[in-house]
């Protein structure tokens, strides 16, 4: 690939380096305010783009484009990292990070966001109520339901399949991080990296198919258009049989980039993905003949891997559509400024499906009479009967748009050296959402079928009909400022505030009764807050390959960071408060080849929502206390020439409810929900010859269980066993551009519990063989 240049005063830094973590904020404002960085970014590039050097300067050559783009395409490790508002070293960040690159990503084929993150350890999965929704968790705490998962650091907080076609690399954040993200980040963040056009011609296309009728392309194409431009198109199109849980999906994603390796970059970009999914049934949990503490436990049913229980007339429908403009001008300085837009719309409709067990036969509504004995583990065979409901149908519409400014620059004051990064940033969200009328809702009886003839191909002459249920509009603004000074030899300290202000306006519907589109009233509620957050820690870095860290951080949940359903009662309640404390290292070892990095942690929610039977509530209580405390570790880099490893484990011995409210006391003291103990794992490549690499992986968790409904607490009658599932990959090259690669996941086909909700459990995926052949041109 031809690098390119770019000119550079003899004081400009490295972008940035500073030890902040990532772009985003999000939480109260009006986009005008954040316009104006816009505008002086603009502006700046008008007035400075060909101005000379500063007075007695010359201009240095610095190397940009490709090589990073390289590095995700060729290795699982990398130094760098584009959490933080631009590119930095991973050794600046004061708190524990881990890369997804997408060379772990093709080597081991994870098609989605949720397949990539398998391979990160700490990460649990909720389903929802309906079903086909999931919500992720980090150290415990949710990240998708509270706005923590980002794009090229900016909030992407509606509910989609996110797909991997497009992404460079996939970049976890953990512990609390509201001084550079907003509202939300108690557990940490997830940042989707996408790819960007290179000063390159290079095309790479893709074909796999596989089991059950599997057959995924993608397409990335980059095209040189100019001495300093850049066209590049990433398509995919992905079909699946699946058993009946099918996958039928196409996306595409073009960018073109002008000013690459100038003192002015722009790009501007386009995302349109469509789903047609029919989601995977979950299925309700069985009881085993084992108990805890002297109550019955319940765990996931032991039928076979992939089987369906759902019907064909099952939906999960969506499109998301979203544009972008970036821009970053460099000064004669050495500052930069970045800025960025996104706008964006999205749809979703679903309806799902949870099969439960019945001994007899169903009734005239499809439902298993009352007083039948209840199916256990021991008494399941293939003739049990099974019943279908259908889980709650849903149908949403989203928009949001996205501004945000970022200034970064270095220099010395007072004798001592300071990294400095300032900016705002600004969104307006809304949404619609409707909800299923008539004589199919939640619970509709969807039909029995039995537990050995899954996949029956039911089709279902009624389908769920909607009316609006509720709707909000949001605006939020955030401003922040950190510094980062050298206090002495290998020692710098970190500062830094934020301020958040939020407002939105709600709207909640209810209906008299099931048979009308029309409601009976309508409650309007207005929310509005301002909070502060903040940041600070140590670093020693003794060397080039060694980074200690102590770091204190703190974040907040506002009442509409949970699917934005606000009542009078909770826009009454000031937002939850959350602190990180974290003491770690980041080593490097073999020449740099091999990166390590550990963490011992304590994450905690100190102020959480609570309900109290003796107070008159216009408003929840913040007596609520929870935490939880461990290790993460991650090695990730070459072993030798020819081994290679990437591997992330977390263990989390303490994630406790400590407070509640007093109608809750029963669960203070329980573990929190969805949080193992111990999760990780490790993938391992060897290249045999210069033709032929071989690679296998184990990922898994030790046992887990789902929460005890709404309250945080870990259920004390369902579980799922812990599991450790296998990957393997072979791949040989024909010649340097052309390849075949061969995959099994799950290679023991072993049942386990993936998604989990209070009632029922959707398992993961089972065995599958892909065979892929990928040429580059």
Known sequence: MSPSVRPRAPQAPDALSIPTLSTLSRDSARLPFGALMLAASVGSWAQTASAPPASGGTLETVTVTSEAEIRNKEQVQTKRTHLGKGTQDIRDIPQSINVITEKLIDDVKLDTLKDALHYSAGITFAATENGTDQDIRLRGFPVATTGDLLIDGMRDPSQYDRDTFNLERIEVLRGSASMIFGRGSTGGVINQVTKKPLLADQSDVVGTVGSRGYARTTG?????????????????????????????????????????????????????????????????????????????????????????????????????????????????????????????????????????FCGVALNAVGACPAGTPAVTAATLNPLTVMSRSGLAPRQDQYSGTYLQSDYSNKYTWGGLRHEVLMGIDAARESADRFGAWGSVGTNYAKGGTLAGTPNDGRVLAASPIYRPTSDYASRSFGAYAQDLV?????????????????????????????ATALPDSTVQTRLSDGVFSYRTGVLYQPSPTQSYHLSYSTSFNTSADTYQYVTPQNAATPPEKSRNIELGAKLDWLDGKLSTRAAIFRTEKYNERTTDSDFAQSAYLLSGKRHSAGLELDMVGRLTPQWELYASYSYIPVARIDQAGSTQQAIVGQRVGLTPRQSGAVWLSYQATPQLRLAGGLRGASQNRPLQGTTGAASTTAYVPGYVVSDVMVEYKFTPDLYAQLNVGNVTNRLYGDQLYPGFALAGAQRSVLLTVGARF
Do not use: C
């Open 220 to 356: 990335d194409f980059n095209v040189r258009t100019g001495e300093d431009s850049a066209f590049r198109l990433n398509a995919m199109w992905n079909k699946v049989g699946n058993g009946g849980a099918t996958i039928d999906k196409y996306g595409i994603a073009p960018s073109y980039s002008w000013g690459l390796g100038t003192r002015d970059e722009f790009t501007v970009g386009l995302f349109h993905l469509n789903v047609d999914n029919v989601p995977m049934a979950g299925t309700r949990y069985l009881g085993n003949g084992t108990f805890k503490d002297g109550v019955a436990q319940n765990s996931i049913a032991r039928l076979p891997p992939g089987s369906f229980y759902g019907t064909d007339s099952d939906y999960l429908r969506g499109q998301a559509t979203y544009g972008t403009l970036s821009h970053v001008h460099l000064f004669d300085d050495g500052g930069e400024l970045r800025s960025q837009l996104r706008t964006g719309t999205f749809n979703r409709a679903q309806w799902g499906t949870t099969a439960g």
């Open 486 to 514: 050298e206090v002495a030899p290998h020692w710098k300290l970190l500062g830094g505030l934020r301020y958040d202000r939020f407002s939105g306006d709600f709207r909640q519907r209810t209906y008299a009764n099931a």
